[in-house]
C-alpha cells in the first residue's frame, strides 16, 4: 500500500519553464489537495478536487492549473515558471471532506532560478 | 485574520520533560477537527493527533495528548517524556466540515528542540 506518492521529489526549472507534478493515490480517496509550503509558513492550499474530473481554486491558485482525469492521480501544472514559485509542494487526499484522515506525500522540492 | 495562531516560532525542552505547544483556532462554524502534524528535517508531514469539536473528551495518542478548551478556542499539544527525536517543526491545522472544501488551514508552526 503505497499511499499519496509525488513525482518529481526534486526539480530545478528555469525562469519561463513548465512542468507537471504528478500526485498518485491508492486509496480510492474523494478527496485530493495541492499545497505549497514556504520558508516560516504553514502549508497553504493551491487547488483542490473533491471527485474526478472536478477542481477548484484554492487560497494560492494564480500561476498553477490543475487537472483530475483519473479518480487516483491529481496533477499540478506551472505553464511558465516563475521564482516566486520555488517552494515545497505538498499532495494530500481524504476519503470525504469531513474525514478525520487527510494523508501526504513525501512533498516535491522544486526551485526556480 | 488568521485562523490559526500558533504563538511559539521556537520552543526549547530538556528530554524526558514535558513540553506543552500552543495553538488558539477561529471559526464561525460549528463543526470542524483540529489536527497536529510533526515535520521532522526530512520534510515528510506525519499525522500525530486529531480532535473532532464535538468530541467529549481531549484525544490521546501514546506521549501525545491534545488539550482541548472549546470555550478559550484553543487545541494545545502536550508531549509527555520529551525524546530526541521529537525534535521538528510541528503544526497545528483546522478542517472546517461546512462547505465543501474539506482541506486543512495551517498554522505557521512551532519548533521544538530536545536537548539531552
Known amino acids: 500500500n503505497a499511499g499519496v506518492t509525488q513525482t518529481p521529489k526534486f526539480r530545478v526549472l528555469k525562469t519561463g519553464q513548465s512542468m507537471t507534478l504528478l500526485c498518485a493515490q491508492d486509496m480510492n480517496h474523494e478527496y485530493m489537495y495541492w499545497y505549497r509550503q514556504d520558508p516560516g509558513m504553514g502549508l497553504r492550499l493551491i487547488h483542490y478536487?473533491?471527485?474526478?474530473?472536478?477542481?477548484a481554486k484554492g487560497e494560492v491558485p494564480d500561476g498553477y492549473n490543475v487537472s483530475r482525469l483519473k479518480k487516483q492521480n491529481f496533477l499540478l501544472g506551472l505553464e511558465s515558471a516563475a521564482p516566486s514559485q520555488t517552494s515545497v509542494y505538498f499532495c494530500?487526499?481524504?476519503?470525504?471532506?469531513?474525514?478525520?484522515?487527510?494523508?501526504f506525500g513525501p512533498g516535491t522540492r522544486l526551485t526556480v532560478t | 485574520a488568521q485562523k490559526i495562531t500558533q504563538t511559539q516560532p521556537g520552543m526549547f525542552v530538556q528530554e524526558k520533560e514535558a513540553v506543552t505547544l500552543d495553538c488558539t483556532y477561529d471559526?464561525?462554524?460549528?463543526?470542524?477537527?483540529l489536527f497536529w502534524y510533526k515535520q521532522p528535517s526530512s520534510g515528510e508531514m506525519i499525522f500525530l493527533i486529531y480532535?473532532?469539536?464535538?468530541?467529549?473528551q481531549n484525544a490521546t495518542e501514546g506521549r501525545y495528548s491534545l488539550n482541548f478548551q472549546k470555550a478559550r478556542k484553543s487545541a494545545n499539544l502536550v508531549i509527555s517524556a520529551s525524546q530526541l527525536g521529537d525534535s521538528a517543526m510541528y503544526f497545528c491545522?483546522?478542517?472546517?466540515?461546512?462547505?465543501?472544501?474539506?482541506?486543512?488551514?495551517f498554522g505557521k508552526g512551532t519548533k521544538l528542540s530536545v536537548k539531552p
Open positions: 491545522a483546522m478542517r472546517e466540515f461546512r462547505g465543501s472544501q474539506g482541506n486543512l488551514i
Open positions: 494530500a487526499s481524504s476519503p470525504t471532506g469531513t474525514s478525520a484522515l487527510q494523508y
Open positions: 478536487s473533491v471527485g474526478e474530473g472536478t477542481t
Open positions: 471559526t464561525s462554524d460549528p463543526s470542524y477537527g
Open positions: 480532535q473532532g469539536s464535538y468530541d467529549q
